[in-house]
């Protein structure tokens, strides 16, 4: 028998399993393409916060306005139930990292017992990172930051 009529089927298969590669790694690609990077809420720095609050931010002129109107104070309910519907000032506002523009967001703040102003609370030190290097985050209002924010109060 001809040597190359022996290989054909072996050539076949190699051909296949080039092409299934190839159809797979394009997969991959397309899924690295349209996924979007999720976002997930700090545990840390929602166990830190005294009070965690869904807010409307909007435009200031250098970035996020530092007055923010709260739409409700998600926990704890006692003690900061007289802030729904009020304008407070936070002070580190302009130093978050997370802003996208104006809209609802997700902010675990701390009183500040000087001046009744708020700041947003960063997350705590932890071996490996820099305290410095550690800039507070707010969280944009969607669906999925809500059911995080949800199963984070269930365990403070």
């Known amino acids: 028998m001809d040597p190359i009529r022996r290989s054909n089927p072996q050539v076949l298969r190699l051909i296949v399993a080039a092409g299934l590669f190839i159809v797979w790694i394009g997969f991959l690609a397309l899924l690295a393409a349209t996924t979007t990077q999720p976002v997930v809420l700090s545990r840390p720095q929602f166990l830190a916060s005294e009070v965690d609050v869904i807010g409307q931010i909007q435009q200031g002129k250098d970035g996020p306005n530092p007055e923010v109107m709260i739409e409700e104070v998600k926990w704890p309910a006692q003690g900061f139930e007289t802030l729904n519907g009020k304008k407070i000032t ?29 700041e947003v609370v960063s997350a705590p030190m932890s071996p490996g990172f820099e305290p410095m290097k550690l800039r507070p985050r707010i969280y944009r209002k969607t669906p999925e930051t809500l059911r995080q924010l949800d199963a984070i109060r269930q365990s403070k």
Do not use: A, Q, S, V
Not at 91 to 102: A, I, R, S, Y
Not at 105 to 111: D, F, N, T
């Open 90 to 118: 936070i002070k580190n506002m302009n130093h978050c990292d997370g802003w996208e523009g104006p809209g609802p967001y997700i902010l675990p703040l701390r009183k500040k017992i000087d001046d009744g102003t708020f």
